[in-house]
């Protein structure tokens, strides 16, 4: 631990030389940031001495929590027989083909191969290179155009921004990359008429692919990218006949599905990808963050056997690739990572135990005179602050409620994040009923000092 003195110095060495992802700087470095100095398990600690229940898993990140020692070691040992070598010019290491063939296993029976990478952006990145060298080795160059949805998040980059749905990162990318259509994301709560049910709502979202298939021209079109769960979005959970009628409309149309798991990933939703969960084939699955826990970066593209196949076929380089692709020290960490997870049995545990408490935890706050909707499936949940709940009316300025509301969690020693005023949560699939008590009791608190604040803009 370290003391005042030493947090201070910390926040004014961090102001003078750190850029923080996603930030407001001047404000950031007015306020002074957190200093984390140290994690077990399901807790942090700050450089003060408060322990803090990370309810994000870092950033949907640590599925095993954190300062698991066999990760550790397992990083430790390769670092002592290969720390690095890359995977270029014909070569390759025993990590790197363990882990894959450890991926392939466990991932849809079509995907039986990996492209690695060390971050979601990354991936993503690369499997819009194979999208499209895919379409123009099988004669149809044409096909460039990849469909995703409105605040769809698929990374930082510019191509993977650009492919994501979300207006405030396209006002940086200085324009918007061409290629990429936006259509409307499968959030009920926020965007179904009045009167129209779930099921209704499901499949009136997901035909507005198929209108715009037909508006730029099914020849033009490459695949459609989703998430199964739109998570830095606000974890929008689609009905429940959504995902089926989007399967429908990529076989009809012949176009490639991705899906983009870098949250759904590795137990989350209960299943090991969250294509599984909802019986989407995808022919491209993106992933990063929990295939190490976050202890080390990885990610990597698994690839549907048929897209490999005309890549074979033709005699010529996909000239694409990372100096870290497949680095071995992550690659063991994964392997490790993927041992526990099995070996503690987390994925059914996360159907068996964890998503029913979560959904029973938030489903208390449903009546709260903040809250609008609660959701959540898996271990991902949202729970919707409104102005007034009759007619969903939002908060003036959007996201001032939640980082009003977001403050007062961190105050009770509770992470939870706020997308606008939307609190999301991603535990670790290492949550106990401690944990969740724990947290039921922070969210209490949090949305009560959060309703003293805000009570005269309430709907009377």
């Known amino acids: 631990m370290t003391n005042q003195y030493q947090t201070a110095q910390y926040r004014e060495l961090d102001a003078l030389h750190h850029l923080h992802p996603f930030s407001h700087h001047k404000s950031l470095r007015e306020a002074g940031v957190r200093v984390i100095v140290r994690g077990d398990g399901p807790y942090i600690w700050d450089s003060?001495?408060?322990?803090?229940?990370?309810?994000?898993?870092?950033?949907?990140?640590?599925?095993?929590?954190?300062?698991?020692?066999?990760?550790?070691?397992?990083?430790?040992?390769?670092?002592?027989?290969?720390?690095?070598?890359n995977t270029f010019f014909k070569t390759t290491h025993p990590p790197v083909v363990?882990?894959?063939?450890?991926?392939?296993?466990?991932?849809?029976?079509?995907?039986?191969?990996v492209f690695f990478g060390s971050s979601g952006s990354e991936s993503n990145d690369t499997a819009i290179r194979l999208i499209r060298h895919y379409w123009a080795l099988k004669g149809e160059p044409k096909r460039k155009i990849i469909i995703s949805r409105k605040n769809a998040y698929h990374g930082s980059t510019i191509a993977a921004a650009s492919m994501s749905g979300m207006a405030h990162m396209h006002l940086h990318s200085y324009p918007v990359y061409e290629?990429?259509?936006?259509?409307?994301?499968?959030?009920?709560?926020?965007?179904?008429?009045?009167?129209?049910?779930?099921?209704?709502?499901?499949?009136?979202?997901?035909?507005?692919?198929?209108?715009?298939?037909?508006?730029?021209?099914?020849?033009?079109?490459?695949a459609f990218a989703g998430e199964p769960v739109e998570g830095a979005g606000g974890v929008k959970i689609a009905p429940e006949t959504y995902w089926p009628e989007i399967q429908r409309i990529v076989d009809k149309y012949g176009i490639l599905l991705l899906a983009d798991e870098?949250?759904?990933?590795?137990?989350?939703?209960?299943?090991?990808?969250?294509?599984q969960h909802y019986g989407i084939r995808p022919n491209l699955i993106t992933f990063a963050k929990a295939v190490t826990s976050g202890y080390l970066p990885l990610s990597g593209v698994l690839v549907d056997d048929k897209i490999v196949a005309t890549i074979l076929a033709h005699d010529d380089d996909f000239h694409h690739?990372?100096?870290f692709s497949g680095h071995p020290v992550a690659c063991a960490v994964a392997l490790k990572n993927l041992e526990i997870i099995e070996?503690?049995?987390?994925?059914?545990?996360?159907?068996?135990?964890?998503?029913?408490?979560?959904?029973?935890?938030?489903a208390k706050f449903k009546d709260h005179p903040l809250v609008g909707e609660v959701r959540s499936v898996g271990l991902l949940g949202a729970i919707e602050l409104v102005a007034d709940k009759r007619t969903r009316r939002r908060f003036d300025n959007p996201g001032r409620v939640g980082l009003i509301c977001r403050d007062h969690f961190f105050g009770e020693g509770f992470i939870m994040r706020a997308v606008f005023d939307t609190m999301v949560m991603s535990p670790p699939l290492i949550w106990t009923e401690t944990q969740f008590d724990e947290a039921e009791a922070a969210i209490k608190r949090a949305l009560d000092l959060t309703l003293e604040n805000v009570a005269g803009e309430l709907a009377a």
Do not use: C
Not at 98 to 113: D, S
Not at 262 to 275: A, D, N, P, Q, Y
Not at 343 to 362: D, N, Q, S, T
């Open 48 to 85: 003060e001495g408060h322990r803090i229940l990370d309810g994000m898993a870092g950033l949907w990140t640590a599925n095993l929590g954190h300062s698991r020692r066999e990760l550790a070691e397992a990083a430790y040992q390769q670092m002592l027989e290969l720390p690095f070598y």
């Open 98 to 113: 363990a882990l894959a063939r450890k991926l392939a296993e466990i991932a849809p029976e079509n995907l039986n191969q």
């Open 179 to 222: 290629g990429f259509r936006h259509i409307m994301d499968p959030y009920w709560y926020g965007e179904a008429k009045d009167g129209e049910s779930p099921a209704e709502f499901g499949l009136r979202a997901a035909r507005a692919l198929e209108d715009e298939i037909l508006a730029v021209g099914p020849e033009n079109v490459a």
């Open 262 to 275: 870098v949250i759904t990933g590795f137990g989350r939703l209960g299943t090991w990808f969250g294509s």
């Open 321 to 323: 690739g990372y100096t």
């Open 343 to 362: 070996r503690e049995k987390l994925v059914p545990r996360v159907k068996e135990f964890g998503a029913p408490a979560l959904a029973k935890m938030l």
